[in-house]
C-alpha cells in the first residue's frame, strides 16, 4: 500500500485496446498495457488488506498487494520477484487470465477493483524488457530424471521448477511447436506465441529438453484432435526411461453435439479451426485450411473458446458470424453481497465480441441441414429452464443460415487413450485420478506417474493448469529426493 | 551455539556449558557477560536467544552471582518491541539486535523520507525504546532496571520441567513443548535459513503474521470463513453458515486455539433428539457483542449491532465512547419505534450516512453501557438507560492499556458524544483514577449500582493467572456479572505488540474462574460471561463447560454486518463504512441488522445440534460441565504432545448443591441509602417540578449521597431539573463519592468536609463544600475534599472552599469547578470544562490534559515548575479589554473572554462558600488578575481555531451538499 488513501483518489484504468478495424486486419494483440506511470497509480489503488481475499482468490496465490506495493515505489526489480515467487509465466497470465484476483478484490465489494491484471502485466513486460527475466539454472543436479508428457501451462510450470530443482526433464508434445492449448488454442491476437518461444529458450538454458512430434501411448478416437506428431513412444517405454513421469497433456475431447446433420461438411470443433491458423500464424502452409471466408458462422458455445472462435472468423472475414449459448442471458451485474469474493456468474463481453457478432442466448440446436453433404443453415429453438429442466419453447423454431458451424462447447474430460496407456484410474469424470493432497497428491494409481493440469481436473483455466504444474513438481521432487524446497 | 549434527538433543549439554562458563568467567573477574548468537553459520545452530540468556540469568541467581554480573545479549533475533521486552523481562540488562541494525543500515536509502543509516538507526531505536515504555506502564513499572528480571510473562505451552529449570518461577499452567523442542524448532528455522529454497533466494519467506497471506502464518479469519459468514448471514442460509463453522471448528483443530485441542465426550446413549433441547430463541438472550465503541466503528456498524441485539433479546455493549440519547430516549419515556421508522429519523440525518428502514419495536439502544477509565460521555442519563453497566478494568486484547481512538476518527459528533476535542486521539488511562484496591472497585460498583438501580453491574476482567481470585473479589464486591476477555481479539487500533502478545486465552482465565468460584460458594451469585473470538456454536457450548452463563461476541457479528477484516481501522479508511468515520466511507455500510441476528441464531442452532449429542437440554445444565470436556486424542503436531490441560478441566471438589451457575441477585443494600430518604422528601420536585428544600445530617458511613436521588430524577425529567429545585444543605462529613453523578437541578450544600470521589462524574448538579462553622483555621492551607474528585465530570458546578487531595478534576470533561488549592496530578488528562484554582497546585499538573482550561492562581511565582506543559501552554492573564482587542475571539473558551469567565466562577464561588480568598481576590481584582495563569492546552486551541473556521463556511458545504452530493471521487 504505497498510499493510504489511494483507493478514494484514483479510478480504475482498464487495458487499451487498438481501434476494431485496425485489429481485424492483423493477428497481432491489440491490447495496450498500461504505462508505467499508469501502472503505479493503479497499483496506489491497492489497500494493502489485513485479509487479501485476491491472494486466495488467485489460483496461484499471487502476492498481489506486496508487487502492487512494489510497482507503487516503482522496485520494478523486486515486483517481478515476488511475481516470480508465485506463478512461472506471468505473461500469459497477464494476458489471458480472466482475472479471478479481480472479482475477489476487496475494493470489488463496493467499487472497481484494482486492476490487478494490467499491472501484473506491466511487471512482466518490463522484466522482459530489461532483461530481468535468466535462466535459473540448478546449482548442482541430482541425476533424476522425469518426462513430462504435455507442452501446455501444466507442464511447462512443472518442467520448469523441475529443472531448477535439478532434475533432467524432458517434456514431449505430440504437436509440432511447444505450448498446447496456449500455442494451438489461444488466438494470436489474445497472446502472441513469441512468448512461448521466449520461456521455451529460457527453460532449454535451464536444462530443459523438448521433444516435439512425440505421441506418448495412444491416440484413439475419430482423428478430429489435432495430432501432428512423427512418432509414437509406449508408455512403457517412458516409465522405464525415467525416473517419474508426469501426464500434463490436457482435457482434449472435445463435447460434441449429435444433432442430426452432424456428419454434414463444414461443422468443426473449434479445436480442428483455430490450430490451423495459429499455424498458419506462424508462418507454416496448410492445405485445405478450415476458413470462415465469406462465409455465414454460427460458433455453438458461448464461452471463451466460442470468442476466439468469433475472433478468428471475423479476422478470415466471414459474412455474418453468430453465437449460440444454450443458457439464458445472464444478469449483467452480480449481487455482489452474495458473490464477492466468488467468481460471478454475470453477462461477459469479450473483445471479440466487440468486434462484432450476434450473441444468440437461450437457443438450442435441433438440425443441421445441407445440401450436397454441406452445411448450409441450422434449425434451432428457444429453450427455458423451469426448476433446473431445459424445455422447449413451443413454435419459437428458427432455421438461420450457416456455411461454417464451430462447436466450442468446451471439453468432457482427456483423451482416455492417453491414460489407458499408462494404466492410469480415472475419476467419474474421466480425469487421471489424484489427489491435491500436499503429500501423495498427483501420484496416480500407478508408480511413478503423476498427473496434473486439465488432465487430472478437467478443463479449467491456464492458471490453475500453473497452480497445478508448480505443485506437482513440488510433489515429484518429494517423491524422488524424499524431501523438496520448491514452493507449494 | 553449537554443531548443528548435534541436532536438538545438543541443546541441553551446551547450557549447562555456557552456565560453567559464566561462573567462571565471574569467578575471574569478570563483571560483563555478553551472550551472543553472531558467530553462527551453516554449521552452528543458535540457541534461542532467550532461552539462554534466562538458562544463564537462572543459574547465576541460583549460584548468588547474579549481582556481581551484567547481562547483554547480541543477538539477530531481536527485532520487534516484545522481542526486547521478553529478554529485559528474563534478566537482559542490554540487547544488542544487530541484524536488525545491520537491515538498517543496508535499506535505509529505500525508505521514504531522506534517511541516513545513522538516522534510521537512532529512530529504529527511539521507536524500541518508546515500544518498551508502553509495556513497562501497561505493567506499572516505571524503570528498566525494576523491568529487567522481573518475569512479568506467563508461559503457555511449555512443559513445567522446562519452564522450572530455565525459566524459573514463571507460571506455565497447560504443559507442553520441552527443551528438545524448543531446540528442534531452532534447528529447522536454522536449516531453512541454510536451505535451498527457491522462494527464500532473493527474498524473504511471505511471512503473513500481520497481513493474511496464503502460504503465511494461520489465521483463524481466513479469506473463506469471512466470505461464507458474510453469505451465510445475507442469504439466511444455514447450509453456507455450516460451511463457515466448519472452516472455523476445522482450524481450531489446526492449533489455533486451545478449544481446538478439545473434543466432547460424547456418548450416544445419552444423546437426545434435538426438538427437547432449548430452542434457538432462548439460547441467543445470552449472546452479548463486545466492547466497541462508537467512534472505533461507525455510528451505522454500532446502532446496527444494537438493534439487532435488541430483536434477539441478547446484549450490545455501547463500548467507552459514550451513546447518543437519541438512541434511549424515546423508549425510555415509552414511546416505541413504529415500523418504516428510519435510522436517520432516531438517531438525526446528519449522523446517518447508510440508512434503513426499522422494524415495529426496534430499539436502537444498546443495553450495556461501558465505564471506561476515560469515562467518556459516562453521565446519569447514559447510566439511568442501561440494563447493565460494565465496568472495564481491563481489555483482553490489551490488557494494562486503555481505549485508543486516532485523532482522524474523533469527528465532531464524536468529540460531541465524548465530552472531548474533535481531532484530538483520545487514548484512555491504563487505570481507573477512582480503583487502587478491590475496595475502591466495591466502591465504583456501589456508586453506579446507585445511579442505575435496576441495570446489573459487570466487571471486565481479562483472562490470567489469579484471574479466579480477582473474580472472588469482585463477586464479594457485589458485582452482579463478571466477563472474562481471552487475548485473542482486538482487531481495531490496538497496538500490534499487545495484539500478538499480551493476554491469555479465555479457556484458562474462565476454568479458574469457575473453579474459584465455585469452590468459594460465589458462583450461584453472579453471572460469568466469557468474550473473546467467540465464532461457532462449538465455541458457544465450549465457553458453557467451561463455566459461562453468557458469552460476548465481537468481531464475527462484526463481519456479519460487513466486516472484511482489513486491519485498517486506525487509519480510518475501512472502505466497507464499520471502523470509520469518514461520512464517504461510511455510505458504503451495507448491513443490517437481519444479518446479525441470522449469524448469532445459526450459532445458537448449531450449539443446540452440539447440547442435543451431549443430551443437554438446557443451557443451564451445561454451565461448569468440563467433565463432558477431553484433550483431544491423537494431536499430531510435534508441538502440542506435551500439553495437559487436566488442570483446566479440573472439576471443583465441592458439595452438589453449591451453585455452579449464577442462581440469585447480589444484595446491594440500597435499601439502607440516604436517598431513600432524600428521594421520599424530593418527590415534589420529581413528579411536580416542585421547589425542595431537605436538611439532612452528613455521616460519612452514608456513601454515594445524591446518586440514587439523579438517577430517580433522570428517570422523570431526562434533561434534568431547573437549577437548585432540590436543594439539600447537610452538615457533617460526606462519605465516599458524595454527590456523585448529581444530575442538573440538584445541589448538594454540605457545610463540613467530604471524602474521595466527591463530585465523580457530575452531571450536571452542583457541589458545594464549605468548612464547618467550628472551622478555624486557613480554608486556602486546608483539606476539604479527598482524592480524585470531580473524576469525569460532564456537567454542572463545584465549589470548595479549602484544598482538594491529589488528582483532582481528573478526565473533568465539562464541569466547571472552583478549589483553593489542590494535590499531585490536578487536571490530568482533561479534555473540557474549567477549573479554578485559588491556591498552590501539587505536581503534574494539566499532564495529558487536550480541552478545556484551568486558571491558577499562582500564590508563590512557582506554578510552571508543578505543571506538566507537555500539552498545554502558560498564558498571562489579559483583562478583558486587551484580550477582545488583541485575540482573535475564534479561540475565547466558551465565547467568553478570559476574564469575565474567571470573575463569574470566583464571584459565585464567594457567593456559595463565602470564601475569605475570593473575597480577597475579588477586592484587588486587578492585581490579583495578573497573577492568575492561564492553562491553555496546545490541542484545544487548535480545535477551537479549525470549530471557528468550519462554522463560517459551513452554510457554504451545506449549501453545496445539497444541490451535489459529493462522490467517492471527488
Known sequence: ???????????????????????????????????????????????????????????????????????????????????????????????????????????????????????????????????????????????????????????LAAAQQLARAGHKVTVFEKNDRIGGLLRYGIPDFKMEKSHIDRRVEQMEAEGVAFRTGVLIGALAGDGKITNWARETVAAEQLTQDFDAVLLAGGAEQPRDLPAPGRELDGIHFAMEFLPQQNKVTAGDKLKGQITASGKHVIVIGGGDTGSD???????????????????????????????????????????????????????????????????????????????????????????????????????????????????????????????????????????????????????????????????????????????????? | MYPLNWGSQGVEAKLASLCAEAVDALKSGHNILIITDRRLNREHVAIPALLALSAIHQHLVREGLRTTAGLVVETGSARETHHFAVLAGFGAEAVHPYLALETLTAMHAELPGDLSAEKAIYNYIKAIGKGLSKIMSKMGISTYMSYCGAQIFEAIGLKPELVEKYFSGTATQIGGIGVFEVAEEAVRLHKAAFGNDPVLARMLDAGGEYAWRTRGEEHMWTPDAIAKLQHSARSGKFETYKEYAQIINDQSRRHMTLRGLFEFRLDPARAIPLDQVEPASAIVKRFATGAMSLGSISTEAHSTLAVAMNRIGGKSNTGEGGEDKNRYRNELRGIPIAQGTKVSEVIGADVVEADYELQAGDSLRSRIKQVASGRFGVTTEYLVSADQVQIKMAQGAKPGEGGQLPGGKVSDYIGK?????????????????????????????????????????????????????????????????????????????????????????????????????????????????????????????????????????????????????????????????????????????????????????????????????????????????????????????????????????????????????????????????????????????????????????????????????????????????????????????????????????????????????????????????????????????????????????????????????????VRLSGASAVVEGTGDHGC????????????????????????????????????????????????????????????????????????????????????????????????????????????FPHEYRRALGELNARNETAATIAKARESDKPTVKA
Not at chain 2, 471443583?652 to 422528601?681: N, S, T
Open chain 2, 417 to 809: 458524544l465524548r465530552h472531548s476535542v474533535p481531532g484530538v486521539g483520545l487514548i484512555s488511562p491504563p487505570p481507573h483514577h477512582d480503583i487502587y484496591s478491590i475496595e475502591d472497585l466495591a466502591q465504583l460498583i456501589h456508586d453506579l449500582k446507585n445511579v442505575a438501580s435496576t441495570a446489573s453491574i459487570s466487571v471486565k476482567l481479562v483472562s490470567e493467572v489469579g484471574v479466579g481470585t480477582v473474580a472472588a473479589g469482585v463477586a464479594k464486591a457485589k458485582a452482579d456479572h463478571v466477563v472474562i476477555a481471552g487475548h485473542d481479539g482486538g482487531t481495531g487500533a490496538s497496538p500490534w505488540s499487545s495484539i500478538k502478545h499480551a493476554g491469555t486465552p479465555w479457556e484458562l482465565g474462565l476454568a479458574e474462574t469457575q473453579q474459584t468460584l465455585v469452590l468459594n460458594r460465589l458462583r450461584g451469585r453472579i453471572r460469568v460471561q466469557a468474550d473473546g473470538q467467540m465464532k461457532t456454536g462449538r465455541d458457544v457450548v465450549i465457553a458453557g463447560l467451561l463455566g459461562a452463563d453468557e458469552v460476548g461476541f465481537a468481531t464475527a457479528p462484526l463481519v456479519a454486518e460487513g466486516c472484511i477484516m482489513m486491519r485498517k481501522c486506525h487509519l480510518n479508511t475501512c472502505p466497507v463504512g464499520v471502523a470509520t468515520q469518514d461520512p464517504v466511507l461510511r455510505r458504503k455500510f451495507q448491513g443490517r441488522p437481519e444479518h446479525v441476528v441470522n449469524f448469532f441464531f445459526f450459532v445458537a442452532e448449531e450449539a443446540r445440534q452440539i447440547m442435543a449429542q451431549l443430551g443437554i437440554r438446557k443451557f443451564d445444565d451445561l454451565i461448569g460441565r468440563a467433565d463432558l470436556l477431553d484433550t483431544r486424542k491423537g494431536i499430531e503436531h510435534w508441538k502440542a504432545r506435551g500439553l495437559d490441560f487436566s488442570r483446566l478441566l479440573h472439576q471443583p471438589d465441592a458439595p452438589a448443591e453449591v451453585a455452579r451457575y449464577q442462581v440469585e441477585l447480589q444484595d446491594h443494600g440500597l435499601d439502607r441509602a440516604l436517598d431513600v430518604k432524600l428521594i421520599e422528601k424530593a418527590r415534589p420536585a420529581l413528579e411536580k417540578g416542585e421547589k425542595v428544600r431537605i436538611m439532612q445530617d452528613a455521616r460519612n458511613v452514608n456513601r454515594t449521597v445524591g446518586a440514587m436521588l439523579s438517577g430517580e430524577l433522570i428517570r422523570h425529567h431526562p434533561d434534568g431539573l431547573a437549577d437548585n429545585t432540590v436543594f439539600v444543605q447537610m452538615e457533617g462529613t460526606g462519605g465516599q463519592s458524595f454527590g456523585a453523578f448529581l444530575a442538573r437541578g440538584i445541589t448538594l450544600y454540605l457545610i463540613g468536609d467530604a471524602n474521595d470521589y466527591t463530585g465523580k462524574g457530575l452531571s450536571g448538579g452542583r457541589v458545594v463544600v464549605r468548612p464547618s462553622l467550628d472551622f478555624r483555621g486557613d480554608a486556602a492551607k486546608n483539606i476539604i475534599v479527598g482524592n480524585t474528585v470531580l473524576y469525569g465530570a460532564t456537567e454542572g458546578e463545584a465549589f470548595f472552599r479549602g484544598v482538594a487531595g491529589e488528582r483532582f478534576a
Open chain 1, 1 to 155: 500500500m504505497g498510499k493510504i488513501t489511494g483507493f478514494l483518489e484514483y479510478e480504475r484504468l482498464e487495458e487499451g485496446y487498438e481501434p476494431v478495424d485496425k485489429r481485424l486486419k492483423s493477428y497481432r494483440e491489440f491490447v495496450i498495457g498500461l504505462k508505467e506511470d499508469e501502472a503505479r497509480i493503479q497499483s496506489a489503488r491497492c489497500m494493502d488488506c489485513g485479509t487479501p481475499f485476491c491472494n486466495s482468490g488467485c489460483p496461484v496465490n499471487n502476492i498481489i498487494p506486496d508487487f502492487n506495493d512494489l510497482v507503487y515505489r516503482d522496485d520494478w526489480r523486486n515486483a517481478i520477484d515476488v511475481l516470480h515467487s508465485t506463478n512461472n509465466f506471468p505473461e500469459f497470465t497477464g494476458r489471458i487470465c480472466p482475472a479471478p484476483c479481480e472479482a475477489a478484490c476487496t475494493l470489488n465489494v463496493n467499487d472497481d477493483p484494482v486492476g490487478i491484471k494490467s499491472i501484473e502485466h506491466a511487471i512482466i513486460d518490463r522484466a522482459w524488457n530489461e532483461g530481468w527475466v535468466v535462466p535459473q539454472p540448478p546449482s548442482s543436479k541430482t541425476g533424476r530424471s522425469v518426462a513430462v508428457v504435455g507442452s501446455g501451462p501444466a507442464g
Open chain 2, 828 to 935: 490530568e488528562y482533561m479534555t473540557g470544562g474549567t477549573v479554578v484554582v485559588l491556591g498552590k497546585t501539587g505536581r503534574n499538573f494539566a499532564a495529558g490534559m487536550s480541552g478545556g482550561i484551568a486558571y491558577v492562581f499562582d500564590e508563590d511565582g512557582q506554578f510552571s515548575k508543578r505543571c506538566n506543559q507537555t500539552m498545554v501552554a502558560l498564558e498571562r492573564m489579559l483583562p478583558a479589554a486587551e484580550q477582545t482587542a488583541t485575540q482573535d475571539p475564534a479561540i475565547f473558551h466558551c465565547g467568553q473572554t478570559d476574564e469575565v469567565q474567571l470573575r463569574r466562577l470566583i464571584e459565585d464561588h464567594y457567593r456559595w462558600t463565602g470564601s475569605l480568598r475570593a473575597r480577597e481576590i475579588l477586592d484587588h481584582w486587578e492585581a490579583s488578575l495578573s497573577r492568575f495563569l492561564k492553562v
Open chain 1, 309 to 488: 472462435c468469433v475472433g478468428t472468423s471475423n479476422r478470415h472475414g466471414a459474412v455474418s458470424v453468430t453465437q449460440f449459448e444454450l443458457l439464458p442471458m445472464p444478469p449483467e451485474h452480480e449481487n455482489k453481497a452474495l458473490t464477492w469474493p466468488y467468481w460471478p456468474y454475470k453477462l461477459r463481453t469479450s473483445s471479440s465480441h466487440e468486434e462484432g457478432c450476434e450473441r444468440e442466448f437461450a437457443i438450442s440446436t435441433k438440425e443441421f441441414m445441407g445440401e450436397k453433404g454441406k452445411v448450409t443453415a441450422i434449425k434451432t429453438v428457444r429453450v427455458e429452464f423451469k426448476d433446473g429442466k431445459m424445455i422447449e419453447v413451443p413454435g419459437s423454431e428458427q432455421i438461420l443460415k450457416a456455411d461454417l458451424v464451430l462447436l466450442a462447447m468446451g471439453f468432457v474430460s482427456p483423451v482416455a487413450s492417453v491414460l489407458e496407456a499408462f494404466g492410469v484410474d480415472k475419476d467419474a469424470r474421466g480425469n487421471a485420478k489424484a489427489t491435491t493432497e500436499a503429500t501423495g497428491g498427483y501420484l496416480t494409481n500407478v508408480d511413478k506417474v503423476f498427473g496434473a493440469g486439465d488432465m487430472r481436473r478437467g478443463q479449467s483455466l491456464v492458471v490453475w493448469a500453473i497452480r497445478e504444474g508448480r505443485q506437482a513438481a513440488r510433489a515429484i521432487d518429494e517423491f524422488l529426493m524424499g524431501s523438496s524446497a520448491l514452493p507449494r
